[in-house]
């Protein structure tokens, strides 16, 4: 089956697949657009307007987490827990991780005020994830699973948010937070799922909105 994945370079839920396509070693070409002057094709195809799309043969799926769950279903590996009742609530926590991929947005452009209550829901949402989050190395223990390819472009933004500010989102005080996020952002599959000098990007997007978070830049 040829696999072509539609994407966005700044989408963390594009890279979510990308992430899981890496891990599960399954062959496939990303295809970048511009979202904010998406090509008439793409307008075509896509059901939602939104990336990420995955072209399977002639066919369109949508929805990161849908993506995830086919890419997992043609995978000779299973990346989700085997006991029916650990997956369901995987599934759950993919779920609502998926919302707090949707804070990042307002951090991002909002004046001080949505500034502060993105983060405020962020850290709310993060103290959940913390109290089930044991001190395995990702979310399952040993093995990488596919929670793990929906977390980790939000740990890769909050990384680079604390790198170009004095730590604005701070997540010390998650000890469990912490080190998954560190154990997800030194593999290679989360590396190399975006194009390089993309933190640059990420800065300059910061930069450009003239948010409350381009205030408290540091060069
Ligand atoms: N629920 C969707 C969200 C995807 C999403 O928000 N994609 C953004 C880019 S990161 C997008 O396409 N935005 C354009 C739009 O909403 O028109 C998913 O998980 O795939």
Redesign the pocket.
Known sequence: MKLELIS?K?????QHAIILLNKLNIEHEVTYIN?MDPPQWFKDISP?????LLKADDEII????V?SEFINDISDIDAHPTDNVQKAKNRAWIQFI?SI??ELMPIVTGDEDKFNKAKESLFNKLTRIESVKSDDKFFNGNDFSIIDAAIAPIFMRIAWINEFTNNALSIAEFKNLSAWSENLLAIEETKTSVVEGLDDVYYSNIEGREGHLSTLLVD
């Open positions: 966005f700044l989408c963390p839920f594009a979202i939602t307007g939104q990336v990420p949508f929805e990161s987490a993506i998926s991929t949707g």
